[in-house]
């Protein structure tokens, strides 16, 4: 231990090692309920890919595991240290190096924070669209480790689909390049792709090529209210299969509506059994789409469907929907008070065309556990986030929560679906990993991870057991 921390004090700036125990009690978790963690020995924060190396190689030689952490805003466990860790921190890697207009790239380092991104490319007339909800805090290398979502995905992608090429330290302290500069490129294995949603297992991401779009055309909003989360999403398959790609499609569960007007009200009707929020950004077709989705979301069932009156009530709901998990975690903690109310986070993303399914089935799980289920999610992408609100203290609580999260993770599974649409694995899903995978999916894993991290210090314990 003094070895350890002697040799990272010689390797790195004044100020880059850290052993204060509050702030090693600070950086043991993310944001995800009921996983396990430890404590790491230390914390250091390096500026430069040099220094990440540094720190690697010192890792490496006395066998100690290293946890990379961004923000912590994860929600599967991914970052949780293990005890006697060290937890390689990237905030101080926020450098934007370089925005390129004419390539439409930017290159970064890993802990720029989405939003800084988004508004640094917007001042260059390009926008760089994954848009967790997490956007204000997380940052681009933890979006671009667990292959982030977000709210307008449902239209531009996620986070993979912008990452042209990456700098990585292995865990033999090398540092490998992956990917291009270039438009097109399809030299070799796609590295780039194996290291995305790696959540920290097979190297440290030090330096990241992203690519760009064009700033967005104008967008319109509207609110679709149903009376069962079934129509809401048969409101979605009909968008779908009618070929319309609203750039926003987001549903909100009766759960949801009135936590949010608990925590910042906005008169959100909470009568409604769902809410679908759409928007669409085609400029000057943006109104005759959406009056098409108001179309198929009336005969889907909407007993009410309005259009957001100017660009600030849009942007309120949009700041609604984002203000979804604090205002769950309100309601979780109101419900079971002296610190013990939380929410197990499940993933689960199916085909569209089983959305409706999926949603009628959680209500019944939640019913046949006696626990309270609320649904929201990026619903134009059949992903959904059933939050199962838990009260940590009472064992009985924690096993019927777990029992419902399991049948989620089932349901979404015998529906087609994956055990994690965004938020990544972690701790949290891998035994439902295991089984989505199967026993070759499995092997072939674990050959890579063998392959690149032979010692298995790089997040011990995260996507495999
Ligand atoms: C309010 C809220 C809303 C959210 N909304 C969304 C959403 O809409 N969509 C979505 O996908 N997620 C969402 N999340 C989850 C979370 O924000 C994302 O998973 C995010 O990408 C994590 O980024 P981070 O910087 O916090 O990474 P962390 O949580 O610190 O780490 C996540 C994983 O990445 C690894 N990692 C981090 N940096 C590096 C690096 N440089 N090299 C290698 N590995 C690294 C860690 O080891 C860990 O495995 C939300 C979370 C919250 C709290």
Not at 43 to 69: D, W
């Amino acid at each position: 231990m003094a070895d350890l921390i002697d040799d990272l004090r010689a390797a790195l700036p004044d100020g880059a090692v850290l052993t204060d125990p509050d702030l090693l009690r600070g950086h043991q978790r993310d944001e995800a309920d009921l996983c396990e963690y430890g404590t790491p020995a230390v914390v250091v924060r390096p500026r430069t890919t040099e220094e990440v190396v540094a720190v690697i190689q010192i890792a490496a030689a006395l066998g100690v595991p290293v946890v990379p952490q961004g923000a912590r805003t994860g929600l599967a466990g991914a970052a949780n240290a293990v005890d006697g860790a060290i937890v390689l921190s990237t905030t101080a890697m926020d450098r934007i190096i370089e925005v390129d207009p004419v390539n439409r790239i930017a290159v970064v380092q890993p802990g720029v924070i989405n939003a800084a991104l988004a508004a640094e490319v917007g001042r260059h007339g390009l926008r760089y669209p994954p848009d967790p909800g997490s956007w204000e805090s997380s940052t681009i290398g933890g979006n671009v480790a667990t292959n982030a979502g977000g709210m307008c995905c449902v239209k531009y992608g996620v986070t993979g689909e912008y990452v042209l090429g990456l700098e990585v330290v292995l865990a033999s302290g090398e540092v490998l390049r992956t990917g291009r500069r270039t438009a097109k490129g399809v030299a070799g294995y796609d590295l780039t792709r194996l290291f995305v949603g790696s959540e920290g297992t097979l190297g440290v991401i030090t330096e990241i090529t992203l690519s760009l779009r064009p700033a967005a055309e104008d967008s319109l909003t509207l609110v679709a209210v149903f009376p069962s989360t079934a129509a809401a999403g048969a409101a979605v398959a009909a968008i779908s299969a009618r070929g319309l790609t609203p750039s926003l499609l987001e549903l909100l569960d009766q759960t949801h509506l009135i936590a949010l007007e608990a925590y910042r009200p906005m008169g959100l009707r909470t009568d409604a059994k769902a809410l679908l929020l759409a928007a669409s950004d085609t400029g000057l077709r943006a109104a005759a789409d959406l009056e098409r989705i108001a179309e198929l979301c009336g005969e889907a069932g909407a007993d009410e469907v309005y259009a957001a009156t100017d660009a600030d009530e849009a942007a309120a709901l949009l700041q609604a929907r984002r203000n979804a998990h604090g205002a769950m975690e309100k309601y979780a903690a109101e419900a079971f008070p002296g610190g013990n109310g939380g929410l197990i986070i499940d993933d689960v993303a199916v085909p569209r065309s089983a959305l409706a399914a999926l949603l009628d089935g959680t209500e019944k799980i939640a019913a046949e556990h006696g626990v309270a289920i609320g649904v929201v999610g990026h619903a134009g992408d059949g992903n959904m986030h059933p939050n199962i609100v838990v009260n940590r203290a009472d064992p009985a609580s924690v096993t019927q929560c777990r029992r419902a999260f399991d049948d989620i993770m089932a349901l979404g599974l015998s529906l087609g679906g994956t055990c994690t649409g965004e938020h990544g694995v972690g701790l949290l899903k891998r035994d439902w990993l295991a089984r989505e995978l199967g026993p070759v999916g499995v092997g072939v894993h674990k050959s890579i991870k063998a392959a690149l991290d032979p010692a298995g210090l790089l997040n011990p314990g995260k996507i495999l057991t």
